[in-house]
């Protein structure tokens, strides 16, 4: 949400300086076309795309007394009963279609360095300085809730002059113009990132014809008034005695005009470049026993971690540590786009508080969002473990760098995935044996986000011999299911894409994916994945059931079997594909059944009166409504 920054307005920002939206080439290239703005300053805007009106007539006077309107508690038993009455919940598969547009332009956006910023540790007297940005235009979006572009450079470590030097090329970016907002922050594990300022700019038009402002980029002020004020002041106190130092940073970015972009041209999507990040978790890690190899290099060729593990503990925690670390390892790849316009599903409202908790209203619903929002970022955590790096888009690199990300066929393992609007695949191995605290896997994958691309399970497996095959049944023996030479468990995998298979689903409950859109995803991936052969199977098909079961089996024998539930009470706040059997239970068991102290607690905000019934329930009803938590792992 922006943040409304209370200084004087700049006259540059008045209508009649804009360039006329029918001038000349050499309009766009006029001075007052780049501005910085304050953070609340909306995108530009044309006559083709006009922003929406005020919503419900927000601004229209109405006649006679107000009308009583309904309570929160009103609106949520209409709702309830809205879902119950309903043979199929709202959500799923939405076929809204991209709105038209005429064509935009690609424009690549680059993030040099930043200068003078301030140091917000204390005890380093620096800061691990990254930068967020968020782009926004006047192309109208399919629902409102469908997220802008967010683009995240790297973080560089105890400095105050960070040089990134990262592209962001985006494609579809219309002739209005846009907002490109850019926020620094000081990467503060597991504390909050403190800010370090922002800087806002709006570009009125764009056209072939526009220069741009090239590398080595145009320097822009940093707002202060948004930053930690911490930070400020100790820098400050350490200049107060030093003549001629500037209090304000300085961001140098550029952004040009790489040329017309394809269709669809009402969407706005990522070209480039591919990248990834690696999350570790070590305490995750060591509860579950899974390890990874600390150098991504050995991921291809160290398959024996149990006997190096139990070998090293005679040497030492050194010799432990110069081969493997306890980590649960989450990743995030970024995809080239466009997604394919079918590739697109609504959150499935089966319950009335999975609604308020996705789009955060009620108590009840702000309470679990912003819980969801810590899980997802204790899950997707950036701090000095976590690994980054770019890839060639669309080649045998990118195939490589998921089967590395994915260990190869090594272990039976199983992922859960999210792929989002922008294209960015987020994965861990969690499997059905990995409970997720308060909601769905999918849930949690998404970071809540109210509309996705697509979502399920998959896992890798490796063919006796290399050919791109995208049949279930590829006619030869694969690995795990069967024991063959040339790869894990014994010897490490081939290093060419040919000789493995994604197996891909759409298992999800959270947002139950479509299966007639399997075929959009399999043409996604393959586009993305040259080299991999790619089987799409729906979640209710036999043999789908079949292989992951598979899988399973397989994990038992080879790999660790992650079974683990992180502060898990089967409570009327866990959704995943999973438990749907739960929460039918729950609703037979009545408003009281199987509930955690937090949802007691909530009870008895909304309703007081209900003190006693809640602490005068009989035993078999206590019973029922603790938790059933704990932490075990095998």
């Not at 810590?374 to 060639?392: A, L, S, V």
């Amino acid at each position: 949400m922006s943040t409304r920054i209370e200084e004087p307005a700049d006259p540059g920002l008045h209508s009649q300086d804009r360039p006329s939206q029918g001038g000349a080439a050499n309009d766009v290239n006029n001075e007052k076309n780049v501005q910085q703005v304050s953070d609340d300053h909306p995108p530009p805007e044309d006559g083709e795309h006009p922003r929406s009106p005020p919503i419900d007539g927000a601004n229209e006077k109405q006649d006679g007394p107000p009308q009583r309107r309904s309570t929160f508690k009103d609106k949520f038993k209409e709702q309830k009963q809205k879902i119950k009455t309903k043979a199929k919940p709202p959500g799923g598969f939405d076929p809204t279609p991209i709105p038209d547009a005429p064509p935009g332009y690609t424009v690549k956006f680059t993030f040099h360095r930043a200068e003078n910023l301030p140091a917000a540790d204390i005890s380093t007297g620096s800061s691990d300085p990254f930068l967020t940005a968020t782009l926004t235009t006047s192309l109208p979006k399919r629902h409102r809730e469908d997220p802008d572009l967010i683009y995240r450079t790297r973080t560089l470590r105890r400095t105050l002059e960070p040089e990134w030097e990262q592209e962001w090329i985006v494609a579809n970016v219309p002739s209005s113009g846009f907002k490109l907002k850019c926020r620094l922050y000081d990467e503060d594990w597991p504390d909050h990132n403190d800010r370090l300022g922002n800087v806002t700019i709006v570009v009125n038009r764009v056209s072939e014809a526009w220069e741009g402002f090239a590398p080595p980029g145009r320097m822009f002020e940093v707002k202060k008034r948004s930053g930690s004020k911490r930070a400020y002041l100790l820098k400050a106190c350490s200049t107060a005695f030093t003549k001629d130092v500037s209090m304000t940073p300085r961001l140098f970015l550029s952004a040009v005009v790489v040329g017309k972009s394809d269709p669809p041209y009402g969407q706005m999507y990522t070209v480039g470049p591919t990248y990834y990040f690696k999350h570790f978790s070590p305490m995750i890690g060591r509860m579950t026993g899974i390890k990874v190899n600390r150098n991504e290099a050995n991921d291809s060729s160290d398959h024996n971690a149990d006997e190096a593990t139990s070998s090293s503990h005679g040497n030492g925690k050194q010799a432990e540590r110069s081969t493997q670390k306890y980590d649960f390892q989450a990743n995030e790849l970024q995809l080239s786009g466009p997604i394919p316009q079918h590739l697109y599903h609504r959150f499935v409202e089966f319950r009335p508080i999975i609604g308020l908790l996705f789009r955060s209203r009620g108590l009840r619903g702000k309470l679990l969002n912003k819980a969801l929002h810590h899980q997802h970022d204790r899950i997707y955590n950036f701090d000095r473990h976590t690994n980054w790096g770019t890839f060639k888009p669309c080649s045998e690199e990118a195939s490589l760098q998921l089967l590395k990300m994915a260990h190869f066929d090594e272990g039976g393992r199983l992922f859960t995935y999210v792929i989002t609007l922008d294209g960015l695949m987020r994965f861990t191995e969690t499997g059905k044996e990995f409970g997720i605290d308060l909601l769905s896997k999918h849930t949690m994958h998404s970071d809540a986000a109210i509309y996705i691309a697509c979502s399920g399970e998959f896992f890798i497996r490796r063919l006796k011999k290399p050919k791109i095959t995208n049949d279930p049944d590829p006619g030869e023996p694969t690995h795990p299911d069967q024991q063959i030479r040339g790869g894990p468990p014994l010897e490490a995998p081939p290093s060419k894409p040919e000789y493995y298979q994604l197996v891909i689903d759409n298992d999800s409950g959270t947002y139950r994916p479509d299966k007639s859109v399997l075929p959009d995803l399999q043409k996604l991936l393959e586009r993305n994945f040259p080299g991999l052969g790619i089987v799409t199977l729906a979640c209710d098909d036999p043999e789908d059931q079949k292989l992951k079961a598979t899988q399973i089996k397989v994990k038992k024998r080879e790999g660790h079997t992650v079974n683990m539930v992180l502060n898990r009470s089967p409570s009327a706040t866990s959704f995943s594909s999973d438990d749907i059997s739960d929460l039918e239970d729950m609703e037979r068991a009545g408003e009281i059944g199987r509930k955690s102290k937090k949802e007691r607690a909530w009870d008895l905000l909304e309703e007081p009166r209900r003190i006693k019934e809640l602490t005068g329930k009989r035993p078999s009803d206590a019973a029922l409504s603790g938790p059933s938590g704990g932490s075990t792992a095998a």
